[in-house]
């Protein structure tokens, strides 16, 4: 898969990433929060657009 060098990604498991280089393979992504309130950190937040390979 060609990866788009403007969406970086180190999750192998997903069924997007590039596998030859560390990017997502989508032309964009969405990102969703993981707790109800606002998110304050990055452990607060999720890429949405994961599939399981």
Same mark, same amino acid.
């Given at each position: ?5 403007? +969406?970086? !990604? #180190?999750? *192998? /498991?997903?069924? %997007?990433?590039?596998? #030859? @280089?560390? =990017?997502? #393979? =989508? /032309?964009? +992504?969405?990102? $969703?929060?993981?707790?109800?309130? *606002? $998110?304050? #950190? @990055?452990?607060? *937040?999720? !890429? $949405? *657009? %994961? /599939?399981? @390979?």
């Amino acid at each position: 898969m060609k990866g788009n060098r403007s +969406i970086g !990604c #180190s999750v *192998t /498991e997903c069924r %997007f990433h590039a596998k #030859s @280089e560390p =990017l997502c #393979s =989508l /032309e964009n +992504i969405q990102v $969703a929060k993981k707790v109800p309130d *606002t $998110a304050t #950190s @990055e452990r607060d *937040t999720e !890429c $949405a *657009t %994961f /599939e399981k @390979e």
